[in-house]
Structure formats: C-alpha cells, structure tokens
C-alpha cells in the first residue's frame, strides 16, 4: 500500500472517530440540559384538591391539603395556595389565610401523585380564643392557578390564627 494513501486513511479514520464522540457528547450535552430544565407548572384542571384528617395537637388546629396530579404528564406547583374558610352558600367567613414564611421549593407531580401544604389555627375546643362561625369547608386557589376549588372540611378558625403553608412533596406514611 501506498504510505501517503495508509496516512490519508488513517487521518480519515481518527477524523471519522473524533466526529462521532463530538456528536456523542453533543447529543448527551443536549440531554442533560432538557434532564435539568423543571417540569412546567401545573394548570387548570391538573389539580384536585382534597383535605387530610384534621390534627388537634397542642392548643393548635393543623388540616393537610393534598394537591394530586391528575395531568398524564409530570408538573409542577411552587409557592402558596390561596385559602379562605367558607361557609355552606360558598360565603368567605373572615379574612383569608396567611402565609406562614416558610421559604417554597418547586414541587414535582408526577401522575397521581401528591404535594401538601397545611391549614392551621388555634384549637377553639382547648380555649384556642374567639372563633368565626363554623365553616363547610375551605375554598383554595391551588399555587399559580386562578380557579378555586371546594373542600369540604368541618373547620372552625379560632384566636385570630389562620396560616396557610406552601406546597411541599407529601410524607410517605
């Protein structure tokens, strides 16, 4: 074989392998990328809300709110939801519920999974203070979303303590 045709092979060959590695880690480049972005937010309709059992523990009131993902596709809810006590006509009773401070994380919903985020207030039946007229249920505002949805729960918000707390993964129990 010709020495100058064996260098050009060669030189073909390595060029043809560097080729194929640059677009290997191209091509992986891209994916990691598209692995980092997060999932985009939940809208209407990808959502059901549903409350927890109530918790009476130490003069405080604490319900759970499951936000589950109905959507076939993953996403996601960051922040706070909107809640506010009504009465059986859907009738706001009293201010809305406040944040707590907590700092939100972005939250995955894969389908049918859960996030929470929990209700509190001061326990009315352990002399928790003056109370608002007992509520049928809770109206919420699922985080970023501006449809409400109705949960019933039987709720009593007592001493002027009403907080909401953002959404967080649920607990495995």
Request: net charge positive.
């Amino acid at each position: 074989m010709n020495p100058s045709r064996h260098t050009t092979l060669r030189t073909f060959s390595l060029l043809a392998v560097v080729a194929m590695a640059l677009g290997y880690l191209g091509l992986a480049a891209a994916s990691a990328r598209a692995e980092a972005r997060p999932p985009a937010p939940c809208r209407e309709g990808q959502v059901a809300v549903s409350a927890g059992r109530a918790d009476p523990a130490a003069g405080q009131l604490t319900v759970p709110l499951r936000f589950r993902s109905t959507n076939r596709a993953v996403c996601s809810l960051y922040g706070y939801p909107g809640v506010s006590a009504v009465d059986a006509h859907g009738r706001r009773i009293g201010a809305p519920a406040e944040r707590n401070g907590q700092q939100p994380v972005n939250v995955v919903l894969a389908p049918g999974t859960t996030g929470t985020a929990t209700v509190m207030t001061a326990d009315g039946t352990t002399g928790g203070g003056r109370c608002r007229p007992a509520a049928a249920g809770l109206r919420v505002y699922p985080p970023g979303l501006y449809r409400s949805q109705f949960v019933p729960v039987q709720l009593r918000v007592c001493g002027g303590e009403f907080g909401i707390g953002p959404v967080t993964a649920a607990q495995a129990r």
